[in-house]
Each structure stands twice: as structure tokens, then as C-alpha cells.
């Protein structure tokens, strides 16, 4: 009875702290409000320049435009990509100004360029270890060297567009080659052709018809070994659409590999906030985790308040033990970060369209492991400090470290790099991360990691509160 007592009597502090109202509930919900407004477009930006003069020759009606059209289309096809067209002065203006990361530039040759490319002798080969090369095509990308990410993004999206429709054009005239006459000429010259074969290429009682049919035959057995591919298909659209696709009508989608899983895609609203995005699936986790470490300010600064006014001091000379006068102070910092996180999960779905997943009952069991993990920092915090300055300058300090290891003020720990990953395992956030990405971004949730994100969660704040209660120092002792 005692206990609850000294619970209820610091959960009314807490509560009307208006420090503590704003730092745990309101400032998490600006921090996701901004950063999801300032992460940007939802497309992303392609500008380029063509410059390209259409001169090239047409293989059998192929291809119906300029092959710098050819790109710009397979760009606008893409998911999530926005092609801008600029002439060269505006383009090299805007790099300057660092208003665009990059720019694809197509030369006047471009389309003469690729036109020459093929496997064969005396074509022009495109490709080298990083990709497609670009000088040899007459292109290149315009780039601000102080955008050095932003950049690359693009360089990536121009290099895998140019990949698609450059090397469905070179297998196509390739897989040609082999009905045409000189594929015939040139094997009845290898010495590694069965005699029979060079003497019935040779024979002059065999006509051409008759040549031009085993080319044929040859080209059906290829189109046959590799089935799932169109090999005269001269567009990546084409090239990996099988020969024995499915009528046009039938438009059910192939069931998915086991063991692969796509993750949860919400539908974004169009707006100012884009409510439903996939971004807020990562945002609002990761600042309700950070947000509930927190507490440790809160917690601290009315720890302070009560030594300065000699609570503490009356608490142990009262018959208490320091077990119940610790439990006490215990259940209402477990209580607010709860509410707390149930708050923030809750405006994050009616604010910003959060999906909870298909498992929203274990969001609140990681929300009570995550309290308990806060709860047990905030008691050591505020066991070590005495004064609001020391509770503000250790508090701040641990939590944005902590923060800032685990990926939390990132808004997504994927973005880090693997070395960091592993010391983040030292944090409780990270752990926490786990949980929620395995809830909030997986359709089929890994339960058994969730249960074991919650489960170290739960040994990080009883680890917390031992040591709180090593290092407590209550008044009178």
C-alpha cells in the first residue's frame, strides 16, 4: 500500500510537469512531422540533356525513335522516377548552383553509338567492370562534387536504364545473326564442325533454302533451351517475357518463392504529409524509441527536486526500505513510458497513417519492454545525478549518443554501415528497432525475433535498475 502511495504521488508530478508533456509526447510527433515533409519527393529526379541527333540506320523497323528517347522512356516507365528535360546551358547552370546532384548528358552521336553496339566483330562493346561506359556512347553525367550521395543515386539510375535497353538490343541482333547466310559461312570454316555437318554446308547439291532451314532449326532450339527469355525480343520488356507467356487476359500474378517475403507497402495519400508512406513506417518507430529514453530527463529533474526539498532525506527516515522506496519510484516511470508509447503509435496512425501490421497486439509488448528498458535508465540517470544541470548534461548527452549509435535519429538504421550495426547491439534502442521493423515493415512478422528483441529489452532494464541501485545515494545514509 505504501508503494502505491509513492507511486501515485510522483505519477501526479510527472504528469503535470508540462516539461515532461512536451518533451515525451509533443516533440516526437514535430520531429516525424518535420523529417517526413523534408525527406523529399516522392519520385525521384532524373534531369537530362538531349543533345542526341537521331542519326541511325533501323533494323527491321527497329527501334521506332532515337535511342536517347528510347532511355528517357524506360526512365519514365520506372517506379518512382521523374525525367526532366533541360537544355545544356540550364543543366550546367543548375550544377553550379547545386540545385541538381547530376545531370545525363546524350551527345550528338549517341543514338549513331549505340546503334553500333553488338557482340559481334567490329561492334562497339559498352560495357566494362562498373557498368555501361559512357564516353564511348557520346554521353556523360554532369555532377556537383559536394552532392557526392545524391549523385551516385542517379549515376546508379542512368547506369541500370542504359543496361536495359542497351543489352536487349545486342542479344537480339545477336540471336538474328544465326539464322542469317554468313553464320553459315563462318561455321562451315570451323575445323571444330562434325564432317558430316561441313559436308552437308559445303554440298552444292544443298540449296539455300535448305541452309536457311537449319538456321531456323537452330534458332528454335536455342528459343526452346531458354525458354523463359523472347531471344529476339529487342527491349527488356520483350527479352524477359516468355515465349509461352500466358494470354494477355490471364493477369493473375506468379505466387511468390517461399522463404521470400515483400515487405509492407502501405498506400501514401497525395498531400503535404503523404500520409501512409512508407517512410513513416520507420520514422515513427524509431523516435518513439528514441523519445522514450527521454524519461530520463523527467525522471532525473524530479529526483532532483526532491533531494533539494529533503523528500528523500524524510523518505528513509520513514519505516521504508530502500527496495519500496525504489519500486516506488519505479512504477510511475514504467507507467508514463508506456502511455507514451501507446500515444505515439497511436497518433501515428491517425496523424500519419502508420500501419500497425498483422500482429498489432505484440506492438504493445514491445512498447512495455521498451518502458522497461527506459524506465531502468532513467532510475540510473537519476540515481547519479544531483543537480538539474548534471541531469540535463547527462541525460541530453546519453540519449542522443544512444540514439545516434542505434540509427534512431537516422529515422533508419538500414542506412548505417555494417560496423555500426554491431556496436549498436549494445544499445537498448536497437534492439527495440528490431522488434518494431520485424511488425511494422514484414507482412509475415518473425514472432520468435520480436520475442527475443523484448526479451533483452527486458535484461538491459533490469540491468539498469541493479546498478541504480548500486550507485543510489539517498539522503540520510
Known sequence: MVIWTLAKKDLRLLVGDRRAVVILLAMPILFILVLGIALGEDKLRVTVVDLDQGDYAKDAGFPP??????????????????????????????????????????????????SQCSFLEGGINPFDRNGVRLSVLDAELLRDETQATASAIIEQVAQVTLLRVILPWMI??????????????????????????KLFLNSPFVTEAQKRSLSTSLQDALQRMFAKYNLTGKTWETLTRPRTAPPSGNTAAPAPEAGSLPAISPEAESGLLN??????????????????????????????????????????????SRSQILLGKMIPCFVLSVVQGV???????????????????????????????????????????????????????????????????????????????????????????????????????????????????????????????????????
Open 65 to 114: 525513335k532515337k535511342w536517347s528517347a528510347m532511355v528517357r522512356d524506360d526512365l519514365e516507365k520506372t517506379a518512382d522516377i521523374q525525367v526532366e528535360v533541360l537544355s545544356l546551358e540550364q543543366a550546367r547552370n543548375l550544377v553550379n548552383r547545386r540545385k541538381r546532384a547530376a545531370v545525363v548528358v546524350f551527345g550528338p552521336d549517341f543514338s549513331k553509338r549505340v
Open 172 to 197: 537480339g541482333r545477336a540471336f538474328e545473326k544465326i539464322g542469317d547466310p554468313s553464320f553459315l559461312d563462318l561455321l562451315k570454316k570451323q575445323e571444330q564442325v562434325p564432317p558430316p555437318v
Open 275 to 320: 500520409r501512409g508512406d512508407l517512410r513513416y513506417q520507420t520514422l515513427v518507430p524509431s523516435y518513439t524509441v528514441m523519445f522514450a529514453f527521454f524519461l530520463v530527463l523527467t525522471v532525473g529533474w524530479l529526483f532532483v527536486a526532491e533531494r533539494r526539498q529533503g523528500t528523500l532525506k524524510r523518505l528513509r527516515a520513514a519505516p521504508l
Open 343 to 477: 500515444f505515439l503509435l497511436a497518433a501515428g496512425k491517425a496523424i500519419f497513417g502508420l500501419n500497425w501490421g498483422s500482429s498489432p497486439g505484440w506492438l504493445l509488448l514491445v512498447v512495455v519492454a521498451t518502458g522497461l528498458a527506459a524506465m531502468g535508465m532513467a532510475l540510473l540517470v537519476a540515481s547519479v545525478a544531483h543537480t538539474e544541470a548534471q541531469v540535463a548534461i547527462y541525460g541530453t548527452l546519453l540519449v542522443l549518443i544512444l540514439a545516434g549509435v542505434s540509427g534512431c535519429l537516422m529515422g533508419d538504421p538500414e542506412l548505417m554501415p555494417e560496423r555500426m550495426k554491431v556496436i549498436s547491439r549494445f544499445t537498448p534502442h536497437a534492439w527495440a528497432l528490431d522488434a518494431y521493423s520485424q511488425l511494422l515493415l514484414r507482412p509475415q512478422p518473425n514472432l520468435v525475433l520480436v520475442a527475443q528483441a523484448c526479451a533483452v529489452l527486458a535484461l538491459f532494464g533490469a540491468g539498469f535498475v541493479a546498478l541504480a541501485w548500486w550507485c543510489l545515494k539517498l539522503e540520510g545514509e
